[in-house]
């Protein structure tokens, strides 16, 4: 089945770029995700990308994705505070439990340091 | 306001009493979903239901049943709690369209704790 990795832990200074990184084993992914989760609440989508693109932008958030080696990367620039969360990958194949399944990575704790 | 919401938010209960986590969307989509968040698992879909009384089963359905008998409401019921169903369980939906980008909106979520 499908399967989904990202590390467990980042720890960057406020005001330095944030890289979280995944890797994903479905080469049927239509659409990959970032959601965000602050703690005690629900996920929150952040930003996705279509299979076709290598890249996407949105202000301090960018995007790659490497379809070759099956592997995406969420860039924060200017890290904040407010951007401390766990950060999940997800993939969609437009076919697995009805097309609209996520499979989600084990998500990666950010903490942001003064 | 679109939204997504469960209850109860929190829940403790003991071994064998049943129970049941509402989730209701007031945005008219198809596509209903349960997933069960664990440490270092991420987000695992329990079941699914493309509409109204079309349900199937996720990657971990065991011990999980589900109903959709209205578009809006698709509650989760546990007929008899076990403590490894302990656990933080999001409800989300999206629309259905095949063709294109459907996105999924989570709700807050419910901690469960079964002793």
């Known amino acids: 089945g499908e399967d989904v990795e990202q590390s467990l832990f980042l720890s960057v200074r406020e005001g330095d770029s944030s890289v979280i990184n995944c890797t994903y084993t479905?080469?049927?992914?239509?659409?990959l995700y970032w959601y965000k989760q602050e703690p005690g609440a629900g996920l929150q989508l952040l930003t996705y990308i279509f299979s076709n693109m290598d890249m996407k932008q949105d202000q301090r958030l960018t995007v790659l994705l490497n379809k070759k080696d099956k592997h995406l990367s969420l860039r924060i620039a200017d890290t904040q505070t407010g951007d401390s969360a766990i950060y999940f990958c997800?993939?969609?194949?437009?076919?697995?439990?009805?097309?609209?399944?996520?499979?989600f990575g084990t998500g990666t704790q950010l903490k942001v340091e003064l | 306001e679109a939204q997504v919401t469960q209850n109860p938010r929190y829940l403790i209960t003991v071994t064998g009493k049943k129970l049941t986590v509402t989730c209701s969307q007031n945005m008219n989509h198809e596509y209903m979903s349960w997933y069960r968040q664990d440490p270092g698992l991420g987000l695992r879909q329990i079941y699914y239901s493309m509409n109204v009384e079309v349900t199937d089963k996720g990657d971990v359905p065991e011990g999980y049943k589900v109903s959709r008998k209205e578009k809006r409401n698709f509650p989760l019921i546990l007929e008899s709690p076990s403590p490894n169903q302990t656990s933080l369980y999001f409800c989300a939906s999206s629309f259905s369209r095949d063709t294109s980008y459907n996105e999924q909106f989570f709700g807050p979520g419910t901690r469960l704790t079964v002793l």
């Open positions: 479905d080469s049927s992914s239509t659409y």
């Open positions: 997800a993939e969609s194949n437009g076919v697995t439990g009805g097309g609209n399944k996520l499979t």
